[in-house]
Each structure stands twice: as structure tokens, then as C-alpha cells.
């Protein structure tokens, strides 16, 4: 029984054990919502001595709830609040509570809050009072809360109207009146206004709409426009800067005091507005009747009405601009030199007047129905059904057909567009161009006649319009820039042509005289830009262009390229010599042209005249060796001759089946005494060697050059120059690798090769080698190589190039091998001539007495009947009479009246199959391009000899 009862006990220690357990839970859990809740919470005791609170109530009090730990609850309250915390005291007296009550309470810095309190009596288990339970929260932040947002509301409410009115205006004036007076209510301002422009540039302002009350009319009412002073200005740029609302009174303010009292504006309020097309306006509210201090929350909505009425004016504003411009368009369409149709199906739909006029119907009327097809000609038809069909949009060519039928050049151009906004048509321009064909014709026939004067002409020309855009450019100057007419023509003459160092200067320069602001100057010098990218010096004459009624159009200017002569200033004595040289060079080119015919014709009569008394004389004769000597110095003359005209271009090669081991041989002292002392020469021939057919001269030129710039490349140390000879069977794969333009046909070659153990050269070096005046010596002419590579092509061999930095160089240069067939063939060729003799009737011109008379001796002695011209229309006469009995014709190329080309043409209108040699100093090539896929049977090269002038007589009449 004792051990029952004492498990029943301890049964019962544990379940208090527990429940005080669970209450101590439960009442920390409750502790910890208390002390986190969002609301104050305190209690003291019934001498107000506090003896807890949770944090929100000692926040709000400015202390933690440590501190206010043992502190009496009147720490609170103060002396002027007395009777509140007497009145609330009694009611919980009374009621042990009072619930729901306001109360200022003091906080630790001494500031003042309002506080809602419920307070309760709380009893011990005997009934009697022992702590006083308080429950508060700071309404101030609630009021603050709750004011805000009401005036929020307020604020949505005003947006809410004035997005009503701005969604009911129908036009912009409309939108505006309607606004100025809402927002005039909505402020009770005493007016309401909009100006315009906010343009501080602008020279005037006004104020085209208002709304106001009836005693405080403003300048609208009196329709005053007002200048744009400095105070003005000052506050439309403050407006635009700062882009935002601006409140100002006459106390202090920055808009103008005469203003301000001329309307008795004592407060106001503005913004700017800003619609994307035109100028800002001005939108503000003045304040006449009181000083107003406008408030935070009016300028926010005054900043928001601003933004709306700018989105919903940009709106307005665009919209009328669209339906504007629908109306010019409409108007333009009417009006346009253009006929324009829209088409459906191929079917039109709509036309304005000019598509009736251009294809001959009365009025749009009539054109609206057809079908494309009937005002496109058949030959046009497939390409515009097919363009239309496809949708191509950009403008082409085709041939309109009018009512009557007749045709007529026409510009079509088609866009697919949204009709209407239902479907898509064919929106289609058509422009006749039959004027514009017409005035182009004459304009290219004008336009080619001067295009070919200023091609012959030596000099460049070229024309710039008022922007300085090429509009023509000659032969000349594509030659001098380097660059073909396409890539000149259309381009800025300053930015691509003219120095970048100058480019400023000349420009303007150029742009004072188009204006008229500069006196022309007819001689200007400035330097361009070549194609190559280097600068070339022109001595510029200028001539302004003008229209028929005396407008600016541009300039035109003429120049000769004088960067050799300023160069030769510029680079004193060692470049002087290179610049003379060349001008050497393209004068004797000049010359040798000029003098050919003169000075071959008196070679001519010297050479025939000792030819014809040689073969009269027998070699005993005391005169025969001074007739030697006279031919002997001719030919030299006419050798040299022969030379310069070679080095023109136009010259011929003395050309025979000549041994390369023998050449060399020839120049080899020279060569020897050409180079430095310290270089040695070592020779490598090759036994058998095959003939070449060349000019022994031109050779000998070739090898003298190689072994020039290998001396050079050698410098002044010396080494070692080697001249081999070989010869090579050279396929296509090999000669596509050498340096000349047309690949030589594979074969058997003999070549020339030039080796140094000099510095070498680089792959840069190597590619500009062959280019005229190019020289890696600075005292070098750079013509060497290029003469070299000229006479190579000429014979129709190649150059091969072998060369690295500090290895040396070797040239190898190839000519096409001679077979033993053709040197026999030659050698009978010359034998059987010895025998020949001519027959038949020749007719000899010439405008030359000496030539026809040496000529007609040289003929006679052949055998042949001569007949003689003194120049070409003689010579025509002569072969209408005779052209039946004249066996061939011995023709001189220049001559006065008709020259050999004319002569040519006219004796072929006689007698198509006649046979002509043509004489000149000229060589083959130059004369035959004159001919155009016509050249003459043969040609004789001035001055000739018996032997030559029987040669090619024998051919041509042996054929």
C-alpha cells in the first residue's frame, strides 16, 4: 500500500513537473509575439512604475525596453497635457479600463506624437488591482498614410478628366481650349495659357490660346504679338534646359516685370511642351488675385499634365501633318509632269490627268479600266508584266504605246502598296523621255565632238561642277592620274586628286572663285594625286563655266604636267641629270617622228643616187672608193635614224639571223672598260650555238645594260660577273613564270644569262624592276631594265629573273631559236634575187622630186616601165587611167594634200586587189594600224636601197 500511494505521488510531481513546463512554453512563446508585434505593449504597476515593454512602444518613445525598465510611466506626459492623462486616469478608475483614446505623448529628445491608447486594470487571483496593462500605436505616420493617399487619388482623379478631354478633341485647337479650361478649374487659377514658340532664336512670341476669368483677360484677348527681349530669352532657354516645370512670382522672378504687371500676374506656373514636330510651346497658369505658393503635389500634376498634353499634341499634330500631306500629295499627283495610275490585276483603278494626256485619252475617266497592255507596246509588254508580277521596284526603261498606237521611250517605276487599307495595287510612275532622248542624242554628239579635240590635245582638261565633282576628264589626264575615265569621273576632285597637305587650301581657293569672291587666276600651280599614289606637279590655266544665264556651273581647267621640271630644280645636280635624261629620251622620241620623213628622204636620195653609181662603176674607177664612202656614211646616217625612231617606238629592227656567241664578243673590250676595276668577267659559251633572228644593235644594247646594273649591284667592292649562253627547250609551264605580258609559244630558245655575286634583291625590288625609272641607285636613271625588256618583247623572246637579298642576282634573257630550215630558206631567198628581173608598169609617188627620180632609176633598172606622182590625188588621176596596165604601186605614207592612208583608200574604190608597198620612216606595226584589218601588200622602209626596194618587189610580184 505505502509503495502505491508513493508511485501515485510521483506520478503526480511529474504531470505538475509537465504543466509548469507547458506554461513556461507558452509563455515564452507569447513573450516573444508580444515583444515583435506591431504594436506597443506595457505594463506598470499601480504607481506607474513600468515593469516591462515590448520594442515597438519604446521605439516609438526613443528608448529600448531596458531603459524604460523601473521609469514611471509619467516620463510620458507633460504639464499642457494635464487634463488628458486626469481624464483618462478617472475613466479607468471608474471602469478598470478605457479603450480607443488619443493622447500626446513626449519622446526622449523632448519631439511630440499622437498615440491611440487602450489601457485595462489587471487584478490578482484576490480581486485586487495590481498592474495596469497599456496598448498604443503612433497614428501620425497613419494620418500621414491615409492623407496621402488621398491626395493621390485626387491626383489620378484630375489625370482621369483631363485624359477624357484629350480623348474627345477632335483637332488640336479644340483639344487645347478644352484643356486650358479644365485645368483653369481644376487649379482655380485666374488664367490659363499656351505661347508660342519657346524658341529663344526666335524673333517674336505671342500667345495664341487662352482661358481666363473675366476681370483678368490676357494678351490673347488683345492679340498682342511680343518682340524677343533678353529677358525673354533668358527664360526660354531656363525652360528648355531644364525641361521641366518652373514656378515664378513677381516677388521674385525671373520673367519680365513689365510684363508681369502689365497682367497683374503675381504667382505662376509653367512647363514646356514638346510635340516631336515643330517648335516647343509654353503651357502655365497665373495667378492674379493673391501671392500663391504652389504646392509639391500641384507641380507634380502640373509635370504630368504637361507630358500628356505634349504625347496627345505630338498625336494631333501628326495627324494633321499626315492629312496635309495626303492633300499636296493629291495635289501633286494632279499637277506631277508624271503620269501616275494605280493598277490591280493589271487592270487600272485610279490615274491622274497626265496618265491620259501621256497615252491619248481625254481625261482619267477613260484611262481608269484599261489594261496594262494598252499603253505598253508589244516589245515592252512581257518585261513590265513580269516586273509587276514580281514587284520590282526599281525604276527601267520600256517603249509606251499611245491610243493611236504610236510608241514613245518611257521610265517605268512600280511599288507594291496597301490601297485604301484593303489590299495591295501596283502604284506606277511613267515618265516620257522622248525629249530627254533627243537632247541626250545631241548632247553625246556634242558632247563626243569635244571629247575628241581635247584627246589629241597634249595637255589635261578637266571639268568640275560647284561641288567639286569631276564631270570630264581627256586622254591626258587619264594618263597622268593613272587611272581610267570610270574610276575619275563622279569623284571629288580634292579628296581623291589633290594632296592631303593642300587639300584645304585649293579647295578653298576653288570655292572663292565659284562664288565670285576671287578674281580668277588663270595660272595656278598645285600637285595631284596619280594613281600610283605618288604626286604629280600641274601648271593649272582656269576658265570659270557658266550657264545661259550667266550661273556659276563650274570650272573648267587645262594643265601641263611639270613635276619634271620642278624636279629637276628641286634635286639640283645629281637628280638634274636624271630629269635631263629623260626628257632627252621622250624628246628624241619626239623628234624621230617629226624628222623621219625629211630626213629619211634626204637619206633616200643620197643612198639611191650612190646605190645607182656604184653599179655603174667598175671598182678600178678613181671616184668608186669616194662613192664607197658616201654610202658607207648614209648608211651609218640612216642607221642612226633608224635608231631613234626604235627608241620612239615606231622604228625598225635591222633584223638578221645573228650568232649570241658573236654578239658578245663584239662589245666584250667594251663591256671590260664599263665597270670597276675590281670586278673580274668571266665568260661561259655554248659550242653549236642556233641562230636568232634579231637587230645585232638591239642586242648588243641588251647586254650592255645587264652588265651595267650588275657592276652597279656590285658597288665598290667588286666580284665577279658572269655572261653565259645556252640554249633550252622552255614549255608553257616555264615561259608563264617569265616577266613579259603575252607568253612566248613553247620551243627551243637561246638565252643570254647575266650573273653577279652582288647584294641581291628583295621580292618588292624584283616586281618593280622592269617599271620606267625605277632605281634602287640614287643617282640611277631606272631605264636600263625597262629598255631591256622593251627590245626582249620585241623580238619576241622573254626575261627570266633569279634573285634573293646578299645572293646575287642572275638575268636570264631567251630569244626563239632559229631552225636550219629557216636560215637555208633565207639564204636561197637572197640568192635567187641576184637573177630577177622586174616587168610591167610601176607607178612611183612620192612628194619628194629627188626620190621620185632616184626611185624611178632604181625601177628602170629592175626592168620595169615607171610611171611617177608627186602626191596623192596626182596619183589616184594617174591610176584611173591606167590601172589596168600598172602592175603595182610604190606609195609614200606622208605626204601633203592626200596622205598614204587617203591615197590607199581612194586607189582601192578604183581597184579593189591593188597592189601597194607603202614607204616610210615609220616601222610595219605603226603603219598597219592605220589600215584597220587593211594594212598594203608589203612595205619598204625609208631610206631603202636597190637590194631592199628588189627584195620586196620580187616577193610581192613572184605571189
Same mark, same amino acid.
Given at each position: 500500500?505505502?509503495?502505491?500511494?508513493?508511485?501515485?505521488?510521483?506520478?503526480k510531481?511529474?504531470?505538475?513537473?509537465?504543466?509548469?513546463?507547458?506554461?513556461?512554453?507558452?509563455?515564452?512563446?507569447?513573450?516573444?509575439?508580444v515583444?515583435?508585434?506591431?504594436?506597443?505593449?506595457?505594463?506598470?504597476?499601480?504607481?506607474?512604475?513600468?515593469?516591462?515593454?515590448?520594442?515597438?512602444?519604446?521605439?516609438?518613445?526613443?528608448?529600448?525596453?531596458?531603459?524604460?525598465?523601473?521609469?514611471?510611466?509619467?516620463?510620458?506626459h507633460?504639464?499642457?497635457?494635464?487634463?488628458?492623462?486626469?481624464?483618462?486616469?478617472?475613466?479607468?478608475?471608474?471602469?478598470?479600463?478605457?479603450?480607443?483614446?488619443?493622447?500626446?505623448?513626449?519622446?526622449?529628445?523632448?519631439?511630440e506624437?499622437?498615440?491611440?491608447?487602450?489601457?485595462?486594470?489587471?487584478?490578482? #487571483?484576490?480581486?485586487?488591482?495590481?498592474?495596469?496593462?497599456?496598448?498604443?500605436?503612433?497614428?501620425?505616420?497613419?494620418?500621414?498614410?491615409?492623407?496621402t493617399?488621398?491626395?493621390?487619388?485626387?491626383?489620378?482623379?484630375?489625370?482621369?478628366?483631363?485624359?477624357?478631354?484629350?480623348?474627345?478633341?477632335?483637332?488640336?485647337?479644340?483639344?487645347?481650349s478644352?484643356?486650358?479650361q479644365?485645368?483653369?478649374?481644376?487649379?482655380?487659377?485666374?488664367?490659363?495659357?499656351?505661347?508660342?514658340?519657346?524658341?529663344?532664336?526666335?524673333?517674336?512670341?505671342?500667345?495664341?490660346?487662352?482661358?481666363?476669368?473675366?476681370?483678368?483677360?490676357?494678351?490673347?484677348?488683345?492679340?498682342?504679338?511680343?518682340?524677343?527681349?533678353?529677358?525673354?530669352?533668358?527664360?526660354?532657354?531656363?525652360?528648355?534646359?531644364?525641361?521641366?516645370?518652373?514656378?515664378?512670382?513677381?516677388?521674385?522672378?525671373?520673367?519680365p516685370?513689365?510684363i508681369?504687371?502689365?497682367?497683374?500676374?503675381?504667382?505662376?506656373?509653367?512647363?514646356?511642351?514638346?510635340?516631336?514636330?515643330?517648335?516647343?510651346?509654353?503651357?502655365?497658369?497665373?495667378?492674379?488675385?493673391?501671392?500663391?505658393?504652389?504646392?509639391?503635389?500641384?507641380?507634380?500634376?502640373?509635370?504630368?499634365?504637361?507630358?500628356?498634353?505634349?504625347?496627345?499634341?505630338?498625336?494631333?499634330?501628326?495627324?494633321?501633318?499626315?492629312?496635309?500631306?495626303?492633300?499636296?500629295?493629291?495635289?501633286?499627283?494632279d499637277?506631277?509632269? #508624271?503620269?501616275?495610275?494605280?493598277?490591280?490585276?493589271?487592270?487600272?483603278?485610279?490615274?491622274?490627268?497626265?496618265?491620259?494626256?501621256?497615252?491619248?485619252?481625254?481625261?482619267?475617266?477613260?484611262?481608269?479600266?484599261?489594261?496594262?497592255?494598252?499603253?505598253?507596246?508589244?516589245?515592252?509588254?512581257?518585261?513590265?508584266e513580269?516586273?509587276?508580277?514580281?514587284?520590282?521596284?526599281? @525604276?527601267?526603261?520600256?517603249v509606251?504605246?499611245?491610243?493611236?498606237?504610236?510608241?514613245?521611250?518611257?521610265?517605268?517605276?512600280?511599288?507594291?502598296?496597301?490601297?485604301?487599307?484593303?489590299?495591295?495595287?501596283?502604284?506606277?510612275?511613267?515618265?516620257?523621255?522622248?525629249?530627254q532622248?533627243?537632247?541626250?542624242?545631241?548632247?553625246?554628239?556634242?558632247?563626243?565632238?569635244?571629247?575628241?579635240?581635247?584627246?589629241?590635245?597634249?595637255?589635261?582638261?578637266?571639268?568640275?561642277?560647284?561641288?567639286?565633282?569631276?564631270?570630264?576628264?581627256?586622254?591626258?589626264s587619264?594618263?597622268?592620274?593613272?587611272?581610267?575615265?570610270?574610276?575619275?569621273?563622279?569623284?571629288?576632285?580634292?579628296?581623291?586628286?589633290?594632296?592631303?597637305?593642300?587639300?584645304?587650301?585649293?579647295?578653298?581657293?576653288?570655292?572663292?572663285?565659284?562664288?565670285?569672291?576671287?578674281e580668277?587666276?588663270?595660272?595656278?600651280?598645285?600637285?595631284?594625286?596619280?594613281?600610283?599614289?605618288?604626286?604629280?606637279?600641274?601648271?593649272?590655266?582656269?576658265?570659270?563655266?557658266?550657264?545661259?544665264?550667266?550661273?556659276?556651273?563650274?570650272?573648267?581647267?587645262?594643265?601641263q604636267?611639270?613635276?619634271?621640271?620642278?624636279?629637276?630644280?628641286?634635286?639640283?645636280?645629281?637628280?638634274?641629270?636624271?630629269?635631263?635624261h629623260?626628257?632627252?629620251? #621622250?624628246?628624241?622620241?619626239?623628234?624621230?617622228?617629226?624628222?623621219?620623213?625629211d630626213?629619211?628622204n634626204?637619206l633616200?636620195?643620197?643612198?639611191?643616187?650612190?646605190?645607182?653609181?656604184?653599179?655603174?662603176?667598175?671598182? #678600178?674607177?678613181p671616184?668608186?672608193?669616194?662613192?664607197?664612202?658616201i654610202?658607207?656614211?648614209?648608211?651609218?646616217?640612216?642607221?642612226?635614224?633608224?635608231?631613234?625612231?626604235?627608241?620612239?617606238?615606231?622604228?625598225?629592227?635591222?633584223?638578221?639571223?645573228?650568232?649570241?656567241?658573236?654578239a658578245?664578243?663584239?662589245?666584250?673590250?667594251?663591256l671590260?672598260?664599263?665597270?670597276?676595276?675590281?670586278?673580274?668577267?668571266?665568260?661561259?659559251?655554248?659550242?653549236d650555238?642556233?641562230?636568232?633572228?634579231?637587230?645585232?644593235?638591239?642586242?648588243?644594247?641588251?647586254?650592255?645594260?645587264?652588265?651595267?646594273?650588275?657592276?652597279?649591284?656590285?658597288?665598290?667592292?667588286?666580284?665577279?660577273?658572269?655572261?653565259?649562253?645556252?640554249?633550252?627547250?622552255?614549255?608553257?609551264?616555264?615561259?608563264?613564270?617569265?616577266?613579259?605580258?603575252?607568253?612566248?609559244?613553247?620551243?627551243?630558245?637561246?638565252?643570254?644569262?647575266?650573273?653577279?655575286?652582288?647584294?641581291?634583291?628583295?621580292?618588292?625590288?624584283?616586281?618593280?624592276?622592269?617599271?620606267?625609272?625605277?632605281?634602287?641607285?640614287?643617282?640611277?636613271?631606272?631605264?636600263?631594265?625597262?629598255?631591256?625588256?622593251?627590245?626582249?618583247?620585241?623580238?619576241?623572246?622573254?626575261?627570266?629573273?633569279?634573285?634573293? @637579298?646578299?645572293?646575287?642576282?642572275?638575268?636570264?634573257?631567251?630569244?626563239?631559236?632559229?631552225?636550219?630550215?629557216?636560215?637555208?630558206?633565207?639564204?636561197?631567198?637572197?640568192?635567187?634575187?641576184?637573177?630577177?628581173?622586174?616587168?610591167?608598169?610601176?607607178?612611183?609617188?612620192?612628194?619628194?622630186?629627188?626620190?621620185?627620180?632616184?626611185?624611178?632609176?632604181?625601177?628602170?633598172?629592175?626592168?620595169?616601165?615607171?610611171?611617177?606622182?608627186?602626191?596623192?590625188?596626182?596619183?589616184?588621176?594617174?591610176?584611173?587611167?591606167?590601172?589596168?596596165?600598172?602592175?603595182?604601186?610604190?606609195?609614200?605614207?606622208?605626204?601633203?594634200?592626200?596622205?598614204?592612208?587617203?591615197?590607199?583608200?581612194?586607189?582601192?574604190?578604183?581597184?579593189?586587189?591593188v597592189?601597194?608597198?607603202?614607204?616610210?620612216?615609220?616601222?610595219?606595226?605603226?603603219?598597219?594600224?592605220?589600215?584597220?584589218?587593211?594594212?598594203?601588200?608589203?612595205?619598204?622602209?625609208?631610206?631603202?636601197?636597190?637590194?631592199?626596194?628588189?627584195?620586196?618587189?620580187?616577193?610581192?610580184?613572184?605571189?
Amino acid at each position: 500500500m505505502k509503495e502505491n500511494a508513493k508511485t501515485l505521488e510521483m506520478a503526480k510531481l511529474r504531470k505538475q513537473i509537465e504543466d509548469q513546463s507547458a506554461l513556461l512554453a507558452d509563455y515564452s512563446r507569447f513573450k516573444d509575439i508580444v515583444d515583435h508585434a506591431d504594436h506597443g505593449h506595457a505594463i506598470f504597476d499601480m504607481d506607474g512604475r513600468i515593469v516591462y515593454t515590448n520594442e515597438y512602444f519604446a521605439r516609438i518613445h526613443g528608448y529600448t525596453p531596458e531603459e524604460l525598465e523601473s521609469r514611471n510611466f509619467s516620463v510620458f506626459h507633460t504639464d499642457k497635457h494635464f487634463i488628458k492623462t486626469a481624464e483618462v486616469t478617472r475613466a479607468v478608475e471608474e471602469n478598470g479600463e478605457c479603450s480607443n483614446y488619443e493622447i500626446v505623448h513626449t519622446r526622449r529628445d523632448g519631439s511630440e506624437f499622437t498615440i491611440r491608447m487602450s489601457v485595462r486594470i489587471l487584478n490578482d #487571483e484576490n480581486g485586487v488591482p495590481e498592474f495596469v496593462s497599456a496598448y498604443g500605436i503612433d497614428i501620425d505616420d497613419w494620418k500621414l498614410n491615409q492623407k496621402t493617399n488621398e491626395l493621390h487619388v485626387k491626383f489620378l482623379k484630375n489625370l482621369n478628366l483631363i485624359d477624357t478631354v484629350l480623348r474627345k478633341s477632335v483637332t488640336v485647337d479644340q483639344m487645347m481650349s478644352d484643356v486650358l479650361q479644365v485645368v483653369l478649374d481644376m487649379y482655380q487659377a485666374d488664367r490659363a495659357w499656351l505661347l508660342f514658340p519657346c524658341d529663344p532664336d526666335a524673333e517674336q512670341w505671342s500667345v495664341p490660346m487662352e482661358c481666363v476669368r473675366p476681370e483678368y483677360p490676357g494678351a490673347e484677348s488683345i492679340g498682342q504679338i511680343f518682340p524677343m527681349t533678353a529677358e525673354v530669352k533668358e527664360l526660354f532657354q531656363t525652360l528648355l534646359e531644364k525641361d521641366d516645370v518652373v514656378t515664378i512670382d513677381s516677388r521674385n522672378s525671373i520673367a519680365p516685370d513689365d510684363i508681369n504687371k502689365q497682367f497683374s500676374t503675381r504667382s505662376q506656373i509653367m512647363a514646356p511642351i514638346r510635340p516631336r514636330t515643330g517648335s516647343p510651346w509654353v503651357f502655365g497658369l497665373h495667378q492674379c488675385s493673391y501671392f500663391r505658393q504652389w504646392t509639391t503635389e500641384e507641380i507634380d500634376l502640373f509635370r504630368e499634365i504637361s507630358h500628356r498634353i505634349s504625347d496627345s499634341l505630338s498625336t494631333m499634330l501628326l495627324v494633321r501633318d499626315l492629312r496635309e500631306s495626303e492633300e499636296k500629295l493629291r495635289y501633286l499627283a494632279d499637277t506631277s509632269m #508624271e503620269a501616275i495610275f494605280f493598277t490591280r490585276n493589271m487592270i487600272c483603278m485610279e490615274a491622274n490627268q497626265m496618265a491620259a494626256n501621256m497615252f491619248g485619252w481625254n481625261s482619267p475617266a477613260e484611262f481608269i479600266g484599261k489594261v496594262v497592255s494598252d499603253v505598253i507596246a508589244p516589245e515592252s509588254w512581257k518585261m513590265v508584266e513580269k516586273n509587276l508580277i514580281n514587284q520590282f521596284d526599281e @525604276p527601267y526603261e520600256a517603249v509606251g504605246m499611245r491610243r493611236d498606237g504610236s510608241r514613245f521611250p518611257i521610265i517605268v517605276h512600280s511599288k507594291s502598296i496597301l490601297y485604301k487599307k484593303q489590299y495591295k495595287v501596283q502604284a506606277t510612275s511613267v515618265v516620257d523621255i522622248s525629249r530627254q532622248r533627243e537632247t541626250e542624242d545631241l548632247l553625246r554628239q556634242a558632247r563626243k565632238r569635244a571629247e575628241r579635240y581635247l584627246n589629241i590635245a597634249n595637255a589635261m582638261f578637266v571639268a568640275l561642277d560647284t561641288e567639286g565633282i569631276v564631270t570630264l576628264v581627256n586622254k591626258k589626264s587619264q594618263e597622268i592620274l593613272g587611272r581610267d575615265k570610270q574610276d575619275i569621273v563622279g569623284k571629288n576632285w580634292f579628296n581623291n586628286f589633290v594632296s592631303e597637305s593642300i587639300r584645304d587650301q585649293v579647295r578653298e581657293v576653288f570655292q572663292e572663285l565659284i562664288n565670285g569672291n576671287l578674281e580668277l587666276v588663270e595660272y595656278y600651280e598645285n600637285p595631284i594625286i596619280a594613281g600610283d599614289g605618288t604626286e604629280r606637279l600641274i601648271a593649272w590655266h582656269n576658265a570659270i563655266i557658266t550657264d545661259s544665264s550667266g550661273r556659276v556651273t563650274g570650272l573648267l581647267s587645262s594643265g601641263q604636267d611639270i613635276t619634271v621640271y620642278r624636279k629637276a630644280q628641286e634635286e639640283r645636280l645629281s637628280l638634274k641629270k636624271q630629269v635631263l635624261h629623260a626628257q632627252k629620251l #621622250e624628246s628624241l622620241g619626239i623628234l624621230a617622228g617629226g624628222i623621219a620623213h625629211d630626213f629619211n628622204n634626204i637619206l633616200m636620195a643620197i643612198l639611191g643616187n650612190a646605190d645607182l653609181a656604184l653599179m655603174k662603176m667598175v671598182a #678600178e674607177n678613181p671616184a668608186y672608193d669616194n662613192m664607197k664612202a658616201i654610202e658607207t656614211s648614209a648608211k651609218r646616217a640612216a642607221d642612226l635614224a633608224r635608231q631613234m625612231l626604235a627608241y620612239s617606238g615606231k622604228g625598225k629592227f635591222l633584223v638578221e639571223a645573228i650568232n649570241l656567241n658573236h654578239a658578245v664578243d663584239e662589245i666584250t673590250h667594251m663591256l671590260e672598260v664599263s665597270i670597276s676595276k675590281k670586278t673580274s668577267m668571266e665568260f661561259h659559251y655554248s659550242d653549236d650555238l642556233p641562230l636568232i633572228e634579231a637587230d645585232a644593235t638591239q642586242v648588243r644594247q641588251i647586254i650592255m645594260n645587264l652588265v651595267t646594273n650588275a657592276s652597279d649591284a656590285l658597288g665598290k667592292t667588286g666580284g665577279i660577273i658572269s655572261i653565259t649562253t645556252g640554249t633550252m627547250n622552255c614549255d608553257e609551264s616555264y615561259l608563264s613564270s617569265t616577266y613579259v605580258d603575252e607568253i612566248p609559244p613553247p620551243g627551243q630558245y637561246v638565252y643570254l644569262e647575266v650573273t653577279d655575286t652582288g647584294c641581291g634583291m628583295s621580292r618588292e625590288t624584283i616586281s618593280r624592276m622592269f617599271e620606267p625609272f625605277f632605281s634602287t641607285k640614287f643617282t640611277g636613271r631606272g631605264l636600263g631594265l625597262s629598255a631591256v625588256l622593251g627590245i626582249v618583247k620585241g623580238h619576241g623572246g622573254t626575261i627570266n629573273v633569279y634573285s634573293e @637579298p646578299g645572293t646575287g642576282t642572275s638575268i636570264k634573257v631567251l630569244f626563239p631559236a632559229l631552225t636550219e630550215s629557216q636560215v637555208q630558206s633565207s639564204d636561197k631567198t637572197e640568192i635567187s634575187q641576184a637573177a630577177w628581173t622586174g616587168y610591167g608598169t610601176i607607178l612611183l609617188v612620192d612628194d619628194e622630186e629627188t626620190i621620185l627620180s632616184v626611185g624611178e632609176q632604181m625601177l628602170k633598172h629592175m626592168g620595169f616601165d615607171v610611171l611617177t606622182a608627186y602626191d596623192g590625188e596626182q596619183a589616184v588621176n594617174i591610176y584611173k587611167k591606167f590601172s589596168d596596165s600598172i602592175t603595182l604601186v610604190i606609195l609614200d605614207f606622208i605626204m601633203p594634200r592626200l596622205d598614204g592612208e587617203e591615197t590607199l583608200r581612194e586607189l582601192r574604190h578604183i581597184k579593189e586587189d591593188v597592189k601597194v608597198v607603202m614607204c616610210s620612216g615609220y616601222n610595219a606595226r605603226e603603219i598597219n594600224r592605220s589600215f584597220e584589218g587593211k594594212p598594203p601588200a608589203g612595205f619598204l622602209h625609208k631610206p631603202y636601197i636597190f637590194s631592199e626596194l628588189k627584195s620586196v618587189l620580187q616577193q610581192l610580184i613572184n605571189r
